[in-house]
T-cell receptor, first 119, second 114 residues
Framework: DTGVSQNPRHKITKRGQNVTFRCDPISEHNRLYWYRQTLGQGPEFLTY????????KSRLLSDRFSAERPKGSFSTLEIQRTEQGDSAMYLC?????????????????FGPGTRLTVL | AQSVSQHNHHVILSEAASLELGCNYSYGGTVNLFWYVQYPGQHLQLLLK??????LVKGIKGFEAEFIKSKFSFNLRKPSVQWSDTAEYFC????????????FGSGTQLTVLP
């Protein structure tokens, strides 16, 4: 399977604990995105990387959230001191860097997500 | 801030009925427009996309969408739905320029009755 993979698929934790999720993008894609999806809503952007550089962060990404992509390949999203409001599906997507107008430009491929439940 | 509106929260159709799901966006400049689908238990998949050119775009599984710039709309259509089209459908936008993140609508749950 050459798609985007995410681990773990499910995580149950107690409030106040730290959690870390991993995303492995499609191998030739140098852009990587994190989104969060809550029940009944569409995904909301959290942050994105071009190679190892984190280029944009949403206001949704509080100080308790940190994301890394140390070698420009896989990425991790850590949530410190989890709160019940952090319960959501965390989605990762990747895309290639293409020039405007090229086939596939701005097209993002999504992984299966990590479902976080904070008790 | 830009936003995407999907006015139909839940649509229920019988097989062979025609489908139209509404999508409106608020961004005034050049936009890239997408429809994604999420089948039960599966991840988000791209149905179709619009970047430029012909405003009527065709996607997979017989879906199409029409970009109407004057109405800021990108409605999804299918002439005859099947039970297997039961899924959640999301409209999304990336504004032209340097932005890269998708802004999604809240989704429309489509249930097709056999």
């Amino acid at each position: 399977d050459t798609g985007v993979s995410q681990n773990p698929r499910h995580k149950i934790t107690k409030r106040g604990q730290n959690v870390t999720f991993r995303c492995d993008p499609i191998s030739e894609h140098n852009r990587l995105y994190w989104y969060r999806q809550t029940l009944g809503q569409g995904p909301e952007f959290l942050t994105y990387f071009q190679n190892e550089a984190q280029l944009e962060k949403s206001r949704l990404l509080s100080d308790r959230f940190s994301a890394e992509r140390p070698k420009g390949s896989f990425s991790t999203l850590e949530i410190q001191r989890t709160e019940q409001g952090d319960s959501a599906m965390y989605l990762c997507a990747s895309s290639p860097t293409l020039v405007s107008g090229a086939q596939g430009y701005n097209e993002q491929f999504f992984g299966p997500g990590t479902r976080l439940t904070v008790l | 801030a830009q936003s995407v509106s999907q006015h139909n929260h839940h649509v229920i159709l019988s097989e062979a009925a025609s489908l139209e799901l509404g999508c409106n966006y608020s961004y005034g400049g050049t936009v890239n427009l997408f429809w994604y689908v999420q089948y039960p238990g599966q991840h988000l998949q791209l149905l179709l996309k619009y970047f430029s050119g012909d405003p009527l775009v065709k996607g997979i599984k017989g879906f199409e969408a029409e970009f109407i710039k004057s109405k800021f709309s990108f409605n999804l259509r299918k002439p005859s739905v099947q039970w297997s089209d039961t899924a959640e459908y999301f409209c999304a936008v990336i504004p032209g320029g340097s932005a890269r993140q998708l802004t999604f609508g809240s989704g429309t749950q489509l249930t097709v009755l056999p």
